[in-house]
């Protein structure tokens, strides 16, 4: 079984992010990381693999900039077999449109999947939608937000709690899977893991080596586009009520009615 599971590089959300100048989230100047959500998905793709107990492997796919490889390193790390990151300057600003795009091409180029995993959002964009359109892409079935996942054989049978009700779901593999933050804590990469993972393939991949064409992507033909941005306000300091002579508890009721709290 052929196993990608797609991993994004994110800012660190304790690092002091940043827009660039037309906008975009700055990718390069702050310190990123292996975006969480998808720790799960690597975590759920080794775990299916280690329940085939064959010659099932795990390939991490991520696109982004130079420093983006250190996504896959920590899948890698993680347990997965092999890496493929897709950096070209073109790829810039790229909407979740193109960063389907370029995916889907890479996942192509990998060869064939029997299932591709994803996250349930990235922790930067969280925008959700990526897996969906790499499914369109890729004409499989998509199977998404997965707390609990069973694999028999070429059959996939997920758990997704929805708000009114937890659906249980059956597929045929080749499908697109997103996994959910309750599918199981992601393994921490071992001493042994951290040393393996230095010699396993990792491979970088241009545009022009999945066959896109660098005028599919970037912020020129990204369908959104953030206008302006401005920093959040510094919090202010609290308002403490005192109740010193008796008046504390009307003092508290105008506060949260001036609030529209009550
Ligand atoms: C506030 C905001 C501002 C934005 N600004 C712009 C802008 O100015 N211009 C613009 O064009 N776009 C912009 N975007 C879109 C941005 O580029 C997204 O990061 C990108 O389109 C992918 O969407 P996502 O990160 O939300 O992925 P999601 O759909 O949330 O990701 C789901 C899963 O898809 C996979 N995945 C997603 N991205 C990657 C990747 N790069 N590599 C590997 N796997 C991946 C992961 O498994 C992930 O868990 C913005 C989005 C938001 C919400």
Redesign the pocket.
């Known amino acids: 079984m052929n196993i990608v599971v797609?991993?994004?590089y994110v800012p660190d959300a304790t690092a002091d992010r940043q827009f660039e100048s037309d906008?975009?989230?700055d990718r390069v100047g702050v310190d990123g990381l292996l975006?969480e959500?998808?720790e799960y998905?690597v975590e759920q793709a080794l775990q299916i693999k280690e329940k085939a107990g064959d010659d099932t492997e795990v390939t991490a796919?991520?696109?982004?900039p130079e420093k983006a490889v250190d996504a896959v390193r920590k899948a890698l790390q993680m347990g997965a077999d092999k890496g493929i990151h897709v950096v070209d300057d073109a790829i810039a600003?790229?909407?979740?449109v193109a960063?389907s795009l370029v995916?889907a091409k890479a996942v192509e180029k990998a060869g064939p999947a029997d299932l591709v995993v994803?996250?349930?959002?990235?922790t930067?964009?969280?925008?959700?939608?990526?897996?969906a359109m790499l499914a369109e892409r890729l004409n499989l079935p998509q199977v998404t937000l997965a707390s609990v996942i069973e694999t028999q054989g070429d059959q996939v049978r997920v758990k997704r709690d929805g708000d009114t009700a937890t659906e249980v779901i059956g597929a045929t593999m080749p499908l697109v899977l997103?996994v959910t933050d309750q599918s199981g804590e992601a393994r921490y990469p071992s001493f042994k893991g951290i040393m393996a993972a230095k010699k396993k393939p990792l491979e970088t991949w241009s545009l022009s080596d999945i066959g896109v064409d660098a005028g599919d992507v970037g912020?020129s033909v990204?369908w959104?586009?953030?206008e302006e941005t401005t920093p959040r306000p510094p919090r202010t300091a609290g308002e403490i009520v005192k109740d010193e002579d008796g008046s504390g508890a009307t003092a508290l009721t105008e506060f949260l009615a001036s609030k529209k709290f009550i």
């Open positions: 797609c991993v994004k906008n975009t989230v975006s959500l998808d998905a796919v991520c696109i982004g600003g790229s909407d979740a960063t995916l994803c996250g349930m959002a990235s930067d964009a969280v925008m959700s939608v990526v897996p997103s912020l990204a959104t586009a953030v």
